[in-house]
């Protein structure tokens, strides 16, 4: 496998993309398609091809935002969701409360297009996912998983921090954030970056 087919593989078929530094793309959600009436349809359609990319890659997924889990869902939560919810962590920065709910593997074809597609997403209107190979690489601490001062939160608190320059700064996490033009969005991934090492 080359560099090119293993880089394309940790992205997403059939969307446009341009490497703005290694590790870093933006990823062009409408392309030439149009979206009719008032629906953000093609950023369903991504949400259904990141579930699937995450089932492939055997990932898990963190949803980070102003609003919990529930906000986002268009159906009834169903129970595995409920857990998620009612055990979701947080945190606080510039005065608001952040939470951080790990989204059920079991679900995430019904749950990532309903957050994806939700304004706030669309909008880059702080909510972000993150995406992790394995619980134990995620905020790592001893005691609890979300203390202030645990690898995630810090790097959380640095895309929050910098909205306005997101581009520029550097992160190990991988994640996506849209940009607030509703047509794209940035993907931080550290792996592509560390094959191109």
């Not at 953000?40 to 492939?56: D, F, M, P, T, V």
Request: aromatic share 8%; glycine share 4%; charged share 25%.
């Amino acid at each position: 496998m080359t560099e090119s087919t293993n880089k394309n593989s940790l992205l997403l078929d059939g969307y446009d993309k341009v490497e703005l530094r290694p590790g870093l793309y933006c990823i062009d959600v409408l392309g030439d398609r149009i979206q009719h009436g008032n629906t953000n349809s093609e950023w369903r359609r991504l949400g259904e091809a990141l579930a699937q990319r995450l089932e492939c890659h055997n990932q898990n997924a963190v949803l980070v935002s102003t609003y919990t889990l529930e906000h986002y869902l268009l159906d009834e939560v169903c129970a595995a969701d409920r857990v998620n919810i009612d055990e979701a962590s947080s945190f606080e920065h510039e005065g608001l409360r952040y939470f951080v709910t790990r989204l059920e593997r079991t679900t995430l074809k019904q749950t990532l297009p309903d957050i994806v597609e939700s304004e706030e997403f669309v909008f880059g209107l702080n909510v972000w996912l993150c995406f992790f190979d394995s619980d134990s690489e995620m905020m790592t601490t001893n005691s609890s998983p979300l203390s202030e001062d645990s690898a995630f939160v810090l790097e959380m608190k640095l895309v929050i921090s910098k909205l306005n320059v997101l581009d520029k700064i550097e992160l190990s996490i991988e994640l996506i954030a849209a940009i607030s033009d509703g047509c794209q969005l940035l993907w931080f991934n550290p792996l592509i970056k560390n094959l191109s090492m």
